[in-house]
């Protein structure tokens, strides 16, 4: 079967740029979460490949074929909307099979794969049910199902689980992706969760202000960023300021070495970024003397910096401290069951940013901020 394929993609709306110069694959029997913040242009590049707008430039390619203008109904995507937008005065079944009785399609046949794919979500039984009858998980199902009614070679989800409550949407988001696997559909959801995508996706496009910065496995795209505001949309990331200074980077007064940055030269501004699990606090204080505070910055010890506790959160599954440093608030994380000495408001410590687990990314002004 074909990939999915956008060339040059762009849209306008007036003087307005939604969507600039996306080219993107989507693998055939995978799926692609959109992510992004509100209004960075994953809906409206949803909305393209779905044929519910055109492209003010470019080409959309299913496998060989261009669809670029193909209207919607041509497409036979399936898609569910953000509403599930069900019609309450029919039965579920009826919902489910109501682009098949447009096409003519037998009652007999109808019904019969109405109840297959309810089977498939998991609502046997069913069928003969009111909309009203029904829970939020069970309309989304429901609307699921109605999607793929017509089998379709591409599935289209635009925040499919907003409406739901953060449990019932956590539960959703594994039956969605299970049913995705065993059905193989190419599938594309729009989603602003970052955890729902990494819950759901075999790759994430993370968009901003309509461009795409950057592609990848869930994997690459939380250990890997590609740029700063990837590193800080997905996860939790500590940043720092500073600048390139012979193949170390300063901030302040203290010097950090970052083996995974090439390419800066002497004096170019940088922003470093850590993971808060990838911080370690020091059982000793070693490095809060006075002694260590006259050495040089250059012999020192390595990403090593004096931390002040001003608060611990608890929430069972990790343990927050949050440190005051002479670089800045940064936070560090502690799993259940990790070695972690007892720590009070106003203890001092030292703090450590393992070179290995430090990214180093060009600092515009934005990032500044």
Same mark, same amino acid.
């Given at each position: ?17 939604a969507v600039d110069k996306v080219d993107l694959t989507f693998p055939h029997g995978k799926l692609t979460a959109l992510l ?11 909305? !393209?490949?779905?044929? &519910? ?21 041509? %497409? ?12 309450? /005065? ?19 046949? %109808? ?5 297959? +794919?309810?089977? +498939?979500?998991? !609502? ?31 599935? &289209? ?34 989603? /602003?969760?970052?955890?729902?995508? !990494?819950? !759901? ?156 687990? +430090? /990214? ?8 500044a901020e």
């Amino acid at each position: 079967m074909a990939d999915l394929v956008l060339k040059s993609i762009r849209k306008d709306f007036g003087s307005f740029r939604a969507v600039d110069k996306v080219d993107l694959t989507f693998p055939h029997g995978k799926l692609t979460a959109l992510l992004g913040p509100s209004g960075c242009g994953k809906t409206t590049l949803l909305r !393209m490949i779905a044929g &519910l707008e055109a492209p003010s430039w470019g080409q959309i390619l299913l496998g060989d074929e261009d669809i670029t203008d193909r209207p919607a109904y041509e %497409r036979k995507f399936g898609m569910v909307f953000q509403s599930f937008a069900l019609f309450p /005065h029919l039965t579920v079944a009826e919902n489910i099979a109501y682009s098949l009785a447009i096409e003519g399609v037998d009652k007999r046949k %109808r019904r019969a794969r109405a109840d297959e +794919l309810l089977d +498939l979500v998991q !609502m046997g039984g069913y069928g003969d049910r009111r909309i009203g009858e029904l829970s939020g998980g069970q309309r989304q199902r429901v609307a699921i199902a109605r999607a793929l009614a017509q089998e379709p070679s591409v599935f &289209l989800l635009d925040e499919p689980m907003s409406a739901l409550d953060a449990k019932l949407r956590e539960d959703m988001q594994v039956e969605l992706r299970l049913l995705q696997q065993r059905v193989g559909i190419t599938t594309i959801v729009v989603t /602003h969760d970052q955890r729902e995508a !990494m819950t !759901m996706a075999d790759q994430i496009v993370v968009m901003s202000k309509g461009y795409t910065e950057q592609v990848g496995t869930p994997k690459e795209i939380y250990s890997k960023p590609g740029n700063s505001f990837v590193a800080s949309f997905i996860g939790k990331a500590n940043f720092l300021s500073g600048e390139a200074t012979d193949g170390k980077y300063r901030v302040g007064e203290y010097l950090f070495e970052a083996p995974k940055a090439r390419g800066f030269t002497a004096g170019s501004p940088v922003t470093l970024a850590v993971r808060p699990e990838n911080a370690v606090i020091n059982d000793t204080c070693a490095c809060l003397g006075e002694e260590w505070a006259k050495t040089p910055p250059e012999e020192r010890a390595k990403n090593v910096l004096p931390a002040e506790v001003t608060f611990v959160r608890d929430v069972g599954s990790t343990r927050d401290i949050y440190v005051k440093t002479p670089v800045g608030d940064l936070i560090v994380e502690y799993g259940a069951g990790e070695s972690l000495p007892t720590l009070t408001i106003g203890e001092k410590v030292s703090l450590r940013l393992p070179p290995d687990e +430090l /990214h180093v990314f060009p600092r515009d002004a934005e990032a500044a901020e």
